[in-house]
């Protein structure tokens, strides 16, 4: 086990106990979290997995702060986010996470530079400043020299690169990411996942990644199985088979 | 943080530059066409103005009549002068250089095979001084033919150009009604007036022969009247007032039946004639730059459709309601200022185009411009805002998801 898990003194970086999510009401509803209790401290590297429809994503939204529980609390950072406003929440995103697509959701014709600039320019960051962070980060990923090239001029691993670069420039709390190795081949599926672990090590954030594939999850010091909207295993920490 | 989106949208207004002005150009002829009105009317108001100014500001005109700007009917009602009242306002008015009474009335005149439909107009020479038409050959009336009402006539221009075209009409006879006239003279031609009518188109003949051969009566429609120059229009009209109350025997209480109206009193008639036509134009090229701003809506609400996953995005990266809000506005209203820009320089272009056209001078007025161009803002602002705030309300879940 090569976990480095956190102080235990330290309290619970994400907490979800008692979450269910309902689409619809009365004989429609549908239940797409059926009682979800889960703890992630910072500096894990957690695997979220199960097959489509067992609630994964939305768990992963209620995560990221763009949904919240029907019932249940979810609190990061000791912060119940089920009583935050949409705004609010937009500005703990805004400050504490970072988000990776699997189909890498960069501007279309926008610069590698703007596109990493983004979130920067949200926080109301000056130029300079913003522009001296995009290239590190950009280095970090291994795209130097590329800042001019717009996403049609780059290769998808290349571009998820970018998009990892977007994640980590505000050098956020958490990582969610949603199946980031989805469109690519494994060559540079490896590459990424190789950014994503160096990230959590040297970085010490917190990547919380849904993959199908058990090859992904092997990066992960952690799994999480979902079926039929409950968590099936993980609810201890490092059971890593 | 608002500069930096305005930066924004000017980047995102020239990531698509086809788009982007076909948006625009219903602001941009919405403008252009205001402005094109509001100069145009604008020179042609200057130009009436000077047109009258030319025509001699120390000219009065005495009518019957209280004046084509009072109640209907009172006209008619009021009896006519006679050529008694002109020669009493020659003989008692200090200040005045010419008076000249004057009737008309509208004829066929013949010439060999040639006819023209104009109008004879019964004077005497004091009707060429007052409203400064020059003799372009031959001679005036002489003493003894307006006394004597002889059948002489000068005409206007356009009535020897119908009847004689290259031909010399002197001391040829022309018929008019019942009446064969010698022609004496032809006036120097004056053009068409700012009112749009032909002022070379009349044939001027003494005032008793018009009376005694053509009307059958002794009326006087008008006496023109100028003044000598420095000496007050003003107090001219006064002591013409005065004399014909006395003359008509007006008593005190009642109101005169009859007007004396200076040349800045038509002006001002006039000139307020073109401003009403002026603004007309200008609401109805108001309407346009109306449609300009729903034709802006409704690209900016296919962009927040197209954009969706864009928007999503922003949202998931930390963007608030009000942010995404601004974001498409300011886009919106870039836009549309950026139209306005263009529509003003197309605008005041096309004026100075039709204003040379039509010999017109050219006056732009800045308040108009400002005005024009504060009001493209407005649309951008009006009509940018609903889509902005569709965008600003977009689920970021269901966005991100979008296509």
């Known amino acids: 086990m090569k976990t480095q898990h956190p102080d235990p003194t330290n309290s619970c970086l994400i907490r979800l106990a008692g979450v269910t999510k309902v689409y619809g009401t009365g004989s429609a509803a549908m239940h797409a979290l059926r009682g979800v209790d889960m703890d992630i401290h910072q500096g894990e590297f957690v695997a979220v997995m199960g097959p489509s429809g067992s609630g994964k994503s939305t768990c992963m939204n209620i995560i990221g702060c763009l949904d919240t529980p029907t019932?249940?609390?979810?609190?990061?950072?000791?912060?119940?986010?089920?009583?935050?406003?949409?705004?609010?929440?937009?500005?703990?995103?805004?400050h504490y996470l970072g988000f990776v697509f699997q189909g890498f959701n960069l501007l279309n014709r926008t610069s590698a530079m703007e596109n990493v600039e983004l979130p920067l320019v949200y926080r109301g960051m000056a130029?300079?400043?913003?522009?001296?962070?995009?290239?590190?980060?950009?280095?970090?990923?291994?795209?130097?020299?590329?800042?001019?090239?717009?996403?049609?001029?780059?290769?998808?691993?290349?571009?998820?690169?970018?998009?990892?670069?977007?994640?980590?420039?505000?050098?956020?709390?958490?990582?969610?990411?949603?199946?980031p190795t989805g469109n690519l081949d494994s060559a540079r599926s490896r590459e990424v996942m190789e950014l994503l672990t160096t990230f959590n090590r040297e970085r010490g954030i917190t990547i919380i990644m849904v993959t199908h594939e058990p090859d992904m999850a092997a990066y992960a010091n952690r799994r999480i199985q979902f079926i039929d909207g409950i968590i099936s295993n993980g609810c201890s920490d490092g059971d890593k088979p | 943080m608002f500069w930096e989106t305005i930066l924004l949208a000017q980047r995102e207004i020239r990531r698509n530059v086809l788009r982007s002005s076909l948006t625009i150009l219903g602001i941009v002829i919405g403008v252009a066409a205001v402005i094109t009105m509001v100069t145009l009317g604008g020179g042609v108001t200057a130009q009436v103005t000077s047109d009258i100014a030319k025509l001699g500001s120390n000219l009065l005109q005495v009518r019957p009549g209280q004046g084509f700007r009072g109640p209907g009917g009172t006209r008619s009602s009021a009896p006519n002068f006679k050529i008694a009242d002109a020669e009493a306002i020659a003989?008692?008015?200090?200040?005045?250089?010419?008076?000249?009474?004057?009737?008309?009335?509208?004829?066929?005149?013949?010439?060999?095979?040639?006819?023209?439909?104009?109008?004879?107009?019964?004077?005497?020479?004091?009707?060429?001084?007052?409203?400064?038409?020059?003799?372009?050959?031959?001679?005036?009336?002489?003493?003894?033919?307006?006394?004597?009402g002889q059948?002489?006539?000068?005409?206007?221009?356009?009535?020897?150009?119908?009847?004689?075209?290259?031909?010399?009409?002197?001391?040829?006879?022309?018929?008019?009604?019942k009446l064969s006239c010698q022609v004496v003279g032809v006036l120097e031609s004056k053009g068409q007036s700012s009112f749009g009518t032909d002022q070379d188109d009349f044939i001027l003949i003494p005032i008793r022969t018009f009376h005694r051969r053509i009307a059958g009566n002794t009326d006087v429609t008008t006496i023109f009247v100028s003044a000598r120059d420095g000496v007050s229009t003003e107090k001219v009209q006064r002591d013409i007032e005065d004399l014909m109350r006395q003359r008509r025997n007006i008593a005190q209480a009642r109101e005169d039946d009859f007007n004396v109206r200076d040349m800045k009193e038509i002006m001002s008639t006039l000139t307020g004639t073109t401003r009403v036509l002026t603004g007309l134009l200008g609401a109805v090229a108001a309407v346009s730059l109306l449609v300009g701003g729903i034709g802006i809506m409704n690209i900016m609400l296919v962009s927040v459709t197209e954009r969706t996953r864009e928007i999503g995005i922003?949202?998931?990266?930390?963007?608030?309601?009000?942010?995404?809000?601004?974001?498409?506005?300011?886009?919106a209203v870039v836009l549309s200022c950026f139209g306005g820009f263009v529509g003003i320089v197309l605008g005041l272009g096309t004026a100075a185009l039709a204003c040379s056209a039509l010999n017109v001078p050219f006056v732009w007025n800045p308040g108009i411009v400002a005005v024009a161009f504060l009001f493209s803002g407005a649309v951008g602002i009006v009509f940018g805002y609903f889509p902005a705030q569709k965008a600003a309300r977009l689920d970021p879940i269901e966005a991100l998801r979008h296509e």
């Open chain 1, 71 to 94: 019932e249940g609390k979810f609190l990061f950072e000791g912060i119940n986010v089920g009583d935050l406003s949409r705004d609010q929440r937009a500005l703990l995103r805004r």
């Open chain 1, 127 to 179: 130029p300079e400043k913003r522009k001296a962070l995009c290239l590190e980060a950009l280095k970090a990923v291994g795209l130097e020299g590329w800042q001019s090239h717009t996403p049609g001029e780059l290769s998808g691993g290349q571009q998820q690169r970018v998009a990892i670069a977007r994640a980590i420039v505000t050098h956020p709390k958490v990582l969610l990411a949603d199946e």
């Open chain 2, 91 to 148: 003989k008692e008015i200090s200040g005045i250089q010419a008076v000249a009474p004057n009737a008309s009335r509208g004829t066929q005149a013949i010439y060999g095979n040639e006819n023209w439909r104009t109008s004879i107009t019964g004077s005497t020479n004091d009707f060429l001084r007052t409203r400064d038409w020059q003799i372009e050959y031959g001679r005036e009336f002489t003493g003894s033919e307006m006394r004597s």
């Open chain 2, 151 to 177: 059948s002489v006539c000068i005409l206007g221009a356009t009535v020897k150009k119908e009847l004689f075209g290259a031909q010399n009409p002197l001391d040829t006879s022309i018929r008019l009604q």
């Open chain 2, 314 to 331: 922003r949202l998931a990266i930390g963007a608030r309601e009000k942010e995404v809000l601004m974001q498409f506005l300011v886009e």
